[in-house]
C-alpha cells in the first residue's frame, strides 16, 4: 500500500480546571476554542478543541478536563512537546506577552535556523512557539485576539520521547510515509504530506528517561490525519496484518477514528478530515455552546448539571438580526 498520512490532525491533552484552560488557550494563546462537548466516554468531563478559524486539521488541541486528577509526569513513551508555528519575527511580541502575563518559559534557542521558545500551559504542558519562514503563509484565526502579523498558524510539530525509538522509526517510514529529514544529537525529525500543513515530528532517543504517566499537564494521544473512511479502514487492516492492537473505527462526530499503541509505548489516532467541526455548527459559532452527540442529546439536562458552568470568551460574533 502507498497511503502516507497526511500530517498531524490533532494532539489531546490533560488539564485541571476547565476555566483556567479557556482562559489560556483562547486569552493568552489566541487559539479558537471550535468546540465544547463531553468527553465520550466519561460525559462527567469536559472536552473543549481549541484551533485555527475552521478547525482545520493540523491546528486541532484538545483537552480532556479532570478538575482533580492526578498530575502526570513528562517522561519517554509520550508526546513531550506540541509546537505551534509563528511567523519569522515574532518572538520577541509573545516573551513580552508571556512575561505581562507570568507565564512560565525559556530562553529562546535556536534549532536548525527557527526561532523557538519553550514555555507552560497553567496545568504544566510543554508547548513550544517556533517562528519559521513560510508560517505567515497558514491560516490563522483572523478575528482572534492576537494581530495576525504575530497569531499562532497550527501545529508546527510534535516531539515525542522514546526510550528506544527503533520500532517506531520503522512505523514511520515503512508504514505511515514518513520520510527522515534531518538528525541531530539525539533528535530525529520526520516530515510527511504537503507543504503548508502541520506535517513534521520530532522523536528524541532517550534510553535512560523513565516512562511518563499520563495525568494532568500531558499529552494523552496524537492523531494523524486521512482523507476519508475508506483510507481509514485501509490503514486498520494494514495495521491489524502487523499485529498492532487495532480499536474498531470510533465516531467522534467531527471525524472518525481509529487507535493503537505504537511500539514505542504511545497512543496514536488516525482521524478522517471530514466531517470536520462544522459538523454542527456554522463557522461563525464554532464553540459557542455545548455540544452533544445525537446519542447523548436526551441525558442533555443531566450531563449539564454534572458540569462546572464556563464563562465563555466574548468572541463569538453577533448573531444576524
Ligand atoms: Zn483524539
Do not use: C
Not at 160 to 180: C, H, N, P, V, Y
Not at 271 to 288: I, Q, R
Amino acid at each position: 500500500m502507498n497511503d502516507q498520512i497526511s500530517g498531524l490532525h490533532h494532539v489531546t491533552a490533560i488539564a485541571s480546571d476547565p476555566q483556567q484552560n479557556i482562559d489560556f488557550y483562547t486569552g493568552v494563546l489566541g487559539l479558537r476554542l471550535v468546540k465544547i462537548t463531553i468527553n465520550y466516554d466519561d460525559p462527567s468531563s469536559y472536552h473543549f478543541y481549541y484551533g485555527d478559524e475552521e478547525g482545520s486539521p493540523g491546528s486541532i488541541l484538545t483537552f480532556f478536563a479532570w478538575p482533580g486528577g492526578h498530575p502526570g509526569r513528562r517522561g519517554t513513551s509520550q508526546a513531550t512537546v506540541t509546537s505551534f508555528s509563528v511567523p519569522e519575527g515574532s518572538l520577541g511580541w509573545w516573551l513580552q506577552r508571556f512575561d505581562l502575563n507570568q507565564i512560565r518559559h525559556e530562553t529562546p534557542i535556536t534549532r536548525w535556523n527557527e526561532e523557538v521558545v519553550v514555555f507552560y500551559d497553567p496545568d504544566g504542558l510543554q508547548l513550544e512557539l517556533v517562528a519559521h519562514l513560510g508560517a505567515e503563509e497558514r491560516a490563522a484565526w483572523k478575528d482572534g485576539p492576537i494581530p495576525l502579523e504575530y497569531a499562532t498558524r497550527g501545529f508546527h510539530s510534535v516531539t515525542l520521547s522514546i526510550k528506544d525509538s527503533s520500532r517506531t522509526a520503522s512505523l514511520l517510514t515503512e508504514t505511515m510515509g514518513f520520510q527522515k529529514f534531518r538528525e541531530e544529537g539525539n533528535r530525529v525529525r520526520y516530515v510527511t504530506g504537503d507543504k503548508g500543513t502541520a506535517r513534521m515530528l520530532d522523536v528524541l532517543s532517550m534510553p535512560n528517561v523513565p516512562t511518563g504517566v499520563v495525568g494532568v499537564g500531558s499529552v494523552h494521544h496524537i492523531a494523524w490525519r486521512t482523507p476519508n473512511d475508506e483510507q481509514l479502514e485501509r490503514w486498520l487492516q494494514q495495521l491489524s496484518e502487523q499485529r498492532y492492537q487495532v480499536s474498531p473505527v470510533m465516531d467522534r462526530q467531527y471525524f472518525h477514528s481509529i487507535y493503537f499503541r505504537e511500539r514505542g509505548g504511545l497512543l496514536f489516532e488516525i482521524a478522517t478530515d471530514p466531517p470536520g467541526f462544522t459538523a454542527d455548527e456554522s463557522v461563525e459559532n464554532l464553540g459557542s455552546s455545548l455540544r452533544l452527540p445525537s446519542w447523548m442529546e436526551t441525558n442533555r439536562e443531566i450531563i449539564q448539571r454534572g458540569l462546572k458552568p464556563l464563562n465563555l470568551p466574548n468572541v463569538v460574533k453577533e448573531a444576524q438580526p
